[in-house]
């Protein structure tokens, strides 16, 4: 069996609503079978504006933050993050994070599914803006 590594500089930049990401493990990238890691830069809220959250029906996802500062919002309740951080998101949770600091907010999110991109759904019904 051989080592399937893949460095960021590899993987695309791509936009999602008020953030980038970078997909480094899924089905495309490595050909994971059961788990996706994306890494994750929060766009700061006074530039973005408001947000709405999102959710994984059936899928969890645990998001450690690794620069920056802001807020969790899971299901309407929020706490402040800061490097060191890991929450769990349960599957089906609306959630968001926001990033109310000056600086980047940079986020490892894994996914118990190699294909997150299948189990997301935008929720434009909430707008939050800290």
């Not at 050909?31 to 899928?59: C, D, F, N, T, Y």
């Amino acid at each position: 069996m051989s080592i399937r590594k893949i460095h960021q500089s590899q993987v695309a930049r791509r936009k999602a609503p008020s953030r980038f990401f970078r997909e480094l493990v899924s089905h495309r990238k490595l050909q994971s079978k059961g788990i996706a890691l994306r890494l994750v830069e929060v766009v700061p809220v006074r530039k973005a504006g408001p947000r709405h959250p999102h959710s994984h029906p059936g899928m969890e996802e645990v998001i450690y933050v690794q620069k920056g500062s802001g807020e969790a919002w899971v299901d309407e309740k929020t706490a402040a993050i800061r490097p060191g951080d890991t929450i769990l998101i349960p599957p089906g949770a609306r959630h968001m994070m926001l990033n109310t600091g000056r600086g980047a907010l940079v986020l490892l999110c894994a996914f118990s599914a190699c294909d997150p991109e299948n189990h997301y759904r935008e929720h434009p019904e909430i707008a939050y803006s800290g």
